[in-house]
């Protein structure tokens, strides 16, 4: 069994920055692509970016691309979530994930999740 564990997250003012965590154990990591989801108040739960196993190619939502950075750490069993530029619509909760496959953009392709960690940006 997966288990996933996000770190990272806080209050930043809006042009600031934050790196979200994800530390993975069990299932072997290298084989997972890693996702990273958010999901505000009343909002449906979006997708961020995702870091693919074979070869680390990457995929990133419209609202962050430019912002935001995806990178893994194999030897490290980590996953992390690089965030510039914050705006206040990027407060959520933001949610860790694991795909055994392909690694797409919807939730239903995911295995595993993290409990998720609060993002907070003030105006």
């Known amino acids: 069994q997966v288990q996933l564990v996000e770190s990272g997250g806080g209050l930043v003012q809006a042009g600031g920055s934050l790196r979200l965590s994800c530390a993975a154990s069990?299932?072997?990591?290298?084989?997972?692509?890693m996702g990273w989801f958010r999901q505000a108040p009343g909002k449906e739960r979006e997708f961020v970016a995702v870091?693919?196993?074979?070869?680390?190619?990457?995929t990133y939502g419209d609202s962050v691309k430019g912002r935001f950075t995806i990178s893994r750490d194999n030897a490290k069993n980590t996953v992390y979530l690089q965030m510039n530029s914050l705006k206040p619509e990027d407060t959520a909760i933001y949610y860790c994930?694991?795909?055994?496959?392909?690694?797409?953009?919807?939730?239903?392709?995911?295995?595993?999740w993290g409990q998720g960690t609060q993002v907070t940006v003030s105006s």
């Open positions: 069990g299932g072997t990591f290298r084989w997972y692509a």
């Open positions: 994930a694991s795909d055994l496959y392909y690694g797409g953009a919807s939730t239903r392709e995911y295995d595993y």
């Open positions: 870091i693919r196993a074979n070869g680390g190619s990457t």
